[in-house]
Structure formats: structure tokens, C-alpha cells
């Protein structure tokens, strides 16, 4: 989705942090997510936050966002070879139809290195 | 059982065949999505039915129909296929904005 910016690869080696990076384009989000794809599979919902927050953090899984800026991040602490795989930025914006849908970016590919 | 349940998982078809997917789900959701995956460009938004009575185009419509059978049904039908519509395909449900989606886990179509 054009509205949703992502890097497209990330390489990193396991035990190291990784922080995916993402800008948006809609003021009006109220919600951000981040998905997780693996080979062969659909998208997992990894985490979100509201668009009042600053920070989440759920476990190893940090989750920042800058709304001035328009860009969100996910860092990943201790990452390991099992967090190999797609990450996807998702906003939720309101459509010409003017109901809520979400929009995703185009993924990022992260490789951990052993 | 999975929550989405998407129908074949893998399909070769001809150009100018028309093609059915198929997307059942037991989350109870009143929403549900159909995306298109190609590589490099994320998901693009195809339809999305709020309710059974409720459909609405997404980004990339055209060349695509949808139906809405029932509350846990929502099938996608390509009434002439291409070889551009070659992706993978997902279905989502969703209850409300906050929860996210949830995904199937994709139809892989190949237009010959």
C-alpha cells in the first residue's frame, strides 16, 4: 500500500535487537499494527497500539510510535532464528467508502543470522 | 480447527476461466476481507463485507466479484482470469477495528 512505508530487508544476527521501521500517511488512524508472516502462512497479529500511546511493550516486542512524524517501529530484543520472516506495518484508515479498513505496507523481510 | 479457513490452498487455472475462492471462519466476526499478496508490495484490499447486506470495493475491484453467503462465508470469484491476477490471496475477519484481523492462511492462484 503506497500510504504505508516499510524497508523491504533486515538482516541481523541472533541475539541482537532488530528494529523494523515504518512510516504512514493518515492523521486520522486511530489504530497501528504490526503482522508477522511466515513462509507458507497467512499474517499473525503481532501487536498493536492506540494512537494515543507513545509505547507498548509486550515481552520481547517493543513497539513505538511517533505521531508527529507519522512512523512506527517494532524492535525485536534477543532476536532468534524463529523470528525469521515477513513484517507488516498496518494502518487503519477510512476508505472512500467511508468505513474503516486497514492498509498494509509492503513488508519486511528479516533474516536472523546464527 | 483453523479460525479461517480458505479454499483450495493451490490453483493453476487458464486465462479466461472463471475461478471461485472460498473463505469460511468460526471466529463469529461480521467482518470479513479478501487481499491480494504480491511480491514487494504488501497486501492490497480487494472487497470487504461489513455484514451480509454490507459490501464494499477496496483498492483493486476491478476483474473481481464477491459474494456474501452467510455471516461465516465470503467467496471471491475471478469472472475471466488473467495471468496479472497470478498472487496469493488471503481472507480476514474482524469484529472491530481494535483486535486487528484475523487471516486464513492464503490461496496461491496461478493463471496460465
Redesign the interface.
Given at each position: 500500500?503506497e500510504d504505508?512505508e516499510q524497508s523491504?530487508f533486515l538482516s541481523v544476527r541472533e541475539g541482537d535487537s532488530s528494529v523494523i521501521n515504518c512510516t504512514y500517511t493518515d492523521s486520522s488512524s486511530?489504530?497501528l499494527?504490526w503482522?508477522k508472516q511466515e513462509p507458507?502462512?497467512?499474517?499473525?497479529?503481532l501487536t498493536?497500539i492506540?494512537s494515543n500511546m507513545d509505547m507498548k511493550q509486550d515481552q520481547r516486542l517493543t513497539v513505538l510510535l511517533n505521531k508527529k512524524d507519522k512512523h512506527l517501529s517494532l524492535r525485536i530484543a534477543d532476536t532468534q532464528t524463529g523470528d525469521s520472516a515477513i513484517y507488516?506495518c498496518a494502518e487503519?484508515i477510512i476508505?472512500d467508502?467511508g468505513?474503516?479498513?486497514?492498509?498494509?505496507?509492503?513488508?519486511t523481510r528479516l533474516q536472523v543470522q546464527p | 480447527d483453523a479460525d479461517v479457513t480458505q479454499t483450495p490452498r493451490n490453483r493453476i487455472t487458464k486465462t479466461g476461466k472463471r475461478i471461485m475462492l472460498e473463505c469460511s471462519q468460526t471466529k463469529g466476526h461480521d467482518r470479513m476481507y479478501w487481499y491480494r499478496q504480491d511480491p514487494g508490495l504488501g497486501l492490497q484490499l480487494i472487497y470487504y463485507s461489513f455484514d451480509v447486506k454490507d459490501i464494499n470495493k477496496g483498492e483493486i475491484s476491478d476483474g473481481y466479484s464477491v459474494s456474501r453467503q452467510a455471516q461465516a462465508k465470503f467467496s471471491l470469484s475471478l469472472e475471466s482470469a488473467i495471468p496479472n491476477q497470478t498472487a496469493l490471496y488471503f481472507c480476514a475477519t474482524s469484529d472491530n477495528q481494535a483486535g486487528g484481523y484475523t487471516f486464513g492462511s492464503g490461496t496461491r492462484l496461478t493463471v496460465v
Open positions: 500500500g504505508v523491504l486511530t489504530y499494527y503482522y507458507g502462512a497467512g499474517l499473525q497479529l498493536y492506540f507488516f487503519s476508505a467508502t468505513r474503516r479498513a486497514l492498509t498494509f505496507g509492503s513488508g | -
